[in-house]
């Protein structure tokens, strides 16, 4: 049995570990480093219908713990992504997830129709909380209704599960989660960036060209980790977290919020073998907590204890 495997709507994991959407680009770099068919899948970056340069620089910026961004979506479009980046990644055993964006409803509409044909594209993530365009992005991802409408009509056209991609900079999340949830969406992908400003000590300005951009890294985990407390046992579709996930411990924590899955972003680029390393680690790890497969431990902190009476260290 492959302790580490996982089955979500539309897909087959061999273990819960991708690269998050916006950190691995297309796999190309990264292939050069390690094998991509050790990973559970791949979130792919951003499409959007017509290419995009992004934001004006500087737009990243380091902080105490994590990093600021503001890249903008930046992408080559979706036609280009479909014949070029998608059939490159078919020589991978690894099913893609693809990210789409969009600055209208009939952006993301035609987005989704165009990619979810390609086929090793087995999901879309839905993403509707990017902090960082002027047009669209977490102007979906704030109002139940809109997100939900927006959610709709994505699934109706799409050949593949619906992941929504839920925005932190919300007063309520759960209302959020529930709203897509309501419209179809098959899972969800928690959280994405929160938004946040640097300023430079000189000139007393924002460091970033766009001023505010999205805060990600270990900064973040704590907030994940309460949202999908929240969220998961709010709904019924499964989960894939994110947001500060740099070891096994990280993986475990969101598993026992009640993940299902999870994908590591700002950890790709300190350290780019950081998911293997953690699919190595995972399985140690288990072993040390009495955990014999990793969706057995989805929901501990909120589920009856008892569940997990045979899995303690």
Request: some cysteine; overall charge negative.
């Amino acid at each position: 049995m492959n302790r580490l495997s996982v089955e979500l709507p539309g897909l087959k994991l061999k273990n819960p570990i991708m690269p998050a959407s916006g950190c691995f680009g297309f796999g190309r770099e990264f292939s050069g480093l390690y094998d991509l068919n050790q990973l559970g899948a791949i979130m792919i970056k951003a499409a959007t219908l017509d290419a995009r340069f992004g934001n004006p620089t500087p737009r990243v910026a380091e902080t105490s713990a994590g990093m600021l961004n503001a890249i903008g979506l930046q992408n080559p479009g979706v036609e280009r992504i479909c014949t070029e980046e998608l059939p490159w990644l078919q020589q991978f055993d690894v099913p893609v997830i693809a990210n789409v964006a969009g600055s209208a409803e009939e952006d993301y509409v035609a987005v989704a129709k165009r990619i979810s044909k390609a086929p090793n594209v087995h999901a879309l993530e839905l993403n509707i909380s990017c902090p960082n365009v002027k047009e669209g992005g977490i102007a979906f991802g704030t109002v139940p209704d809109v997100a939900g409408n927006l959610t709709r009509k994505v699934k109706e056209v799409s050949e593949v599960p619906v992941y929504v991609k839920l925005s932190p900079n919300v007063s309520n999340i759960v209302e959020m989660a529930k709203a897509v949830e309501e419209a179809g969406a098959d899972g969800l992908t928690m959280i994405n960036t929160l938004l946040g400003m640097r300023l430079d000590l000189k000139t007393g300005k924002p460091v970033l060209a766009n001023k505010s951009g999205g805060l990600s890294g270990p900064a973040i985990k704590p907030v994940a980790i309460r949202m999908i407390h929240e969220v998961s046992q709010a709904v019924s579709i499964p989960i894939i977290g994110m947001g500060g996930i740099f070891q096994a411990e990280d993986v475990i924590e969101y598993f026992y919020a009640g993940a299902s899955a999870v994908a590591i972003g700002t950890a790709n680029f300190t350290d780019p073998f950081i998911c293997p390393k953690i699919i190595e680690d995972l399985p140690i790890l288990m072993d040390r907590l009495g955990i014999e497969h990793i969706s057995d431990c989805r929901g501990r902190s909120w589920k009856n204890d008892a569940v997990f009476a045979g899995h303690r260290a």
